[in-house]
């Protein structure tokens, strides 16, 4: 019973965040909204037994690509306004495109019952422990039998992270950093002259 | 499964990680000025890894005995001839790399480290039993190579060949992707021997279409033509060594990770690629050959002969016979010799700013200025065109041969009369050279260690190198005798 009514609960706050994420005027309340959308989106995946995607949903989307796009929103000098400013021009093309889909959700859905692909069968060679839970199966797997795999990605990715610095990075001579004890270290009486000077005569600095 | 021997058949690639991060520390904390000390320990470790892999070739270890983590990685005869030439190549391009990024004012302690972590991944790439290692090794490579083509980056070209390099090569990877995802939805696993296993009963059509989607990714990496676009400006655009680098160590890994999908995954459907392969052979042959006719640079020059080398070598490939194979193992070993000497000879071209010369009307008149480069040049030149008694002569043999065994006489005449299209433009270099008014441009001098090498290498592919050939041969043998366990 409490398994229906936190689905029910997680479902429409789901559709009602995800309605509001394109309806919000302001960009930044969309991406907020957008936040809650995955939240309630990770509370389903909890529901179905997918405690992992659940997770992976709440670290990689909310802490990274929800973050990201708030980033984006807020330090881009976006004209949203201007932006808008098609929407009715486009509303017939937006409209046909919805459509498309529509249609092809109908077709796929139709087609489903005249029988599957023949797919292949999994060979089972990473077929989950009979009583893990669905975590520590993948981390069984991740650390024996992929081992050698899981360690060459992370290499991957330390490659990418020393190319990004390596194409990006310079030591720049024309910049002037902050000095702190250089700026402590400064009395009033190095910094300013007293000048008289006399009218109608420049200052020489 | 018994992981120290998993660790034991893995010791060249954990050696290259471990030392590229105990380097990477070094460059942290050492800086720029560390670069030359990162070199010279990267060729060290270079070294130490061909080494390591050496016996196995030696040893002609192949079969059960070296399939490491499940089959995922295989350190048999086929891989270590690979790695072998892999190491070697990364091996002389980081020497060639230090006085030139020196005199550029552009060394960065990162470069070697880049190379070292490609050549990682390029060791995965040959040595994969397992579509994700495949993968995975792919992406080390190319990870690296984008940052190593835009690594001169007050150089616009240098930087406009890294983003073209990036962008097309995420677009094969993605479609690389593809066909691999829906090879494992239809064949349900994702390791080579189970995906012939899973299709020996037949290619269902979805099969087809990964199959036919993977080859195209593959052929974008070893620029096959119609995939081949990228290469005359990554090549031309990319610093000198590092083109050399491309152009010897990233062929032989993509090269070698096409045999392996071709020969160990869809061996059992010879038959459903063979077409592909014959038609793409042709056209890189044809297209490299044309394409090179009106090129005034050097380079594009370069990237159109490999373009035309790499259409030879997947003759090799369409015969799927392990004569085809060997012969393509030859071809490729033949090939980076080539690469190499061709490559330094530019290198050594050098104005009196010292500044590259790459415009081949700027040779005109070399072997009176200078005679012995312009003997090492008309000797490549000679030698990609694949003239007796010259090195790159014997590569088109075998080829040829191997082509003939397998009662493709067609495939190969058709070969061998675009050849003599692409003798053409490889004559004119040598004419522009030899006969034409001395232009005097090539004034300053070029590094030692370049002069050594470029030695080295013209000797290898001077008629000389025809000592070498039975060595190169059986080993080749030795080789591909891992990919066809039977007959």
């Not at chain 1, 936190?6 to 991406?31: D, E, K, M, Q």
């Not at chain 1, 309630?40 to 659940?54: D, K």
Request: hydrophobic share 60%; with cysteine.
């Amino acid at each position: 019973m409490i398994q229906v009514f936190a689905f029910y609960l997680f479902a429409t706050l789901c559709i009602f965040s995800g309605a509001v994420t394109i309806l919000a005027r302001n960009p930044v309340h969309s991406v907020l909204w957008l936040i809650l959308a995955f939240f309630n989106a990770a509370g389903l995946m909890v529901l179905v037994g997918a405690e992992f995607i659940a997770m992976l949903l709440v670290i990689v989307y909310v802490g990274a690509v929800a973050v990201l796009f708030l980033f984006v929103v807020m330090m881009l000098d976006i004209d949203f306004a201007e932006l808008r400013a098609g929407f009715v021009k486009n509303f017939p093309l937006g409209l046909a495109l919805a459509a498309v889909l529509f249609v092809e959700l109908f077709v796929g859905l139709i087609v489903r019952g005249a029988g599957s692909v023949a797919l292949g069968k999994a060979d089972g060679a990473s077929a989950q422990a009979a009583d893990a839970s669905n975590i520590e199966a993948i981390g069984a797997l991740l650390y024996s039998r992929y081992l050698f795999l899981f360690e060459a990605a992370g290499i991957v990715l330390l490659v990418a992270m020393i190319g990004a610095i390596v194409l990006t990075h310079r030591q720049r001579s024309d910049t002037r950093g902050q000095n702190i004890s250089k700026q402590n270290a400064r009395r009033p009486e190095e910094a300013t002259v007293n000048l008289q000077p006399e009218v109608g005569k420049g200052v020489q600095i | 499964m018994d992981f120290a021997r998993s660790l034991a058949l893995t010791a060249p690639e954990i050696l290259l990680s471990v030392s590229g991060l105990v380097l990477l520390m070094v460059a942290g904390w050492g800086g720029d000025k560390a670069s030359r000390l990162i070199s010279i320990a990267a060729v060290a470790v270079l070294t130490a890894c061909a080494f390591l892999t050496a016996p196995t070739l030696w040893g002609q270890a192949m079969g059960a005995e070296v399939s490491a983590f499940g089959g995922q990685h295989r350190a048999d005869t086929f891989a270590a001839f690979a790695k072998l030439l892999i190491y070697a190549s990364a091996g002389v391009t980081l020497i060639i790399a230090q006085p030139f990024f020196d005199k550029a004012r552009a060394m960065r302690a990162e470069f070697p480290l880049l190379v070292l972590f490609a050549s990682l991944g390029m060791g995965m790439m040959v040595s994969a039993g397992d579509l994700l290692a495949l993968y995975i090794g792919l992406e080390l490579n190319s990870l690296a190579s984008y940052v190593l083509a835009s690594s001169l980056r007050t150089d616009e070209r240098s930087a406009e060949s890294g983003l073209k390099y990036f962008v097309l090569g995420s677009l094969a990877s993605g479609i690389l992707l593809f066909g691999m995802s829906l090879t494992y939805g239809f064949t349900g696993t994702t390791s080579f021997a189970g995906i012939n296993a899973a299709l020996a009963g037949g290619l269902p059509t979805g099969a087809t279409f990964g199959l036919i989607f993977m080859l195209a990714g593959l052929a974008f990496k070893i620029s096959a033509a119609p995939f081949h676009m990228w290469t005359p400006d990554v090549y031309e655009g990319a610093p000198t060594p590092v083109t050399t680098f491309f152009a010897t160590a990233s062929k032989v890994a993509a090269l070698g990770l096409l045999m392996r999908v071709a020969f160990e995954a869809f061996g059992g459907q010879a038959q459903a690629w063979q077409q592909v392969v014959i038609f793409m052979a042709l056209l890189s042959i044809v297209i490299g050959a044309l394409g090179a006719i009106g090129q005034n640079n050097i380079k594009r020059l370069m990237a159109y002969s490999s373009i035309n080398n790499v259409g030879f070598i997947l003759i090799g490939l369409a015969t799927a016979t392990r004569a085809g194979a060997s012969a393509m193992l030859v071809y490729i070993a033949i090939y980076v010799a080539m690469s190499v000497a061709g490559f330094v000879a530019v290198l050594l071209l050098r104005d009196e700013n010292g500044e590259q010369v790459e415009a081949i009307s700027d040779l005109a008149g070399l072997s009176k200025t200078r005679p012995w480069i312009a003997l090492a040049m008309a000797s490549v030149m000679f030698s990609l065109a694949g003239i007796p008694p010259l090195f790159g002569f014997w590569g088109k043999f075998v080829v040829f041969q191997a082509a003939v065994q397998a009662d493709m006489i067609v495939l190969a005449a058709i070969g061998i009369a675009a050849s003599v299209i692409g003798a053409f433009y490889y004559l004119k270099v040598v004419k522009v050279m030899y006969f034409d008014e001395p232009a005097d441009v090539v004034k300053g001098a070029g590094e030692t260690s370049h002069t050594v090498l470029l030695v080295l290498s013209t000797l290898a592919i001077s008629p000389l190198g025809y000592l070498g050939t039975k060595c190169v041969g059986t080993l080749a043998n030795y080789a591909a005798a891992a990919l066809f366990p039977v007959g």
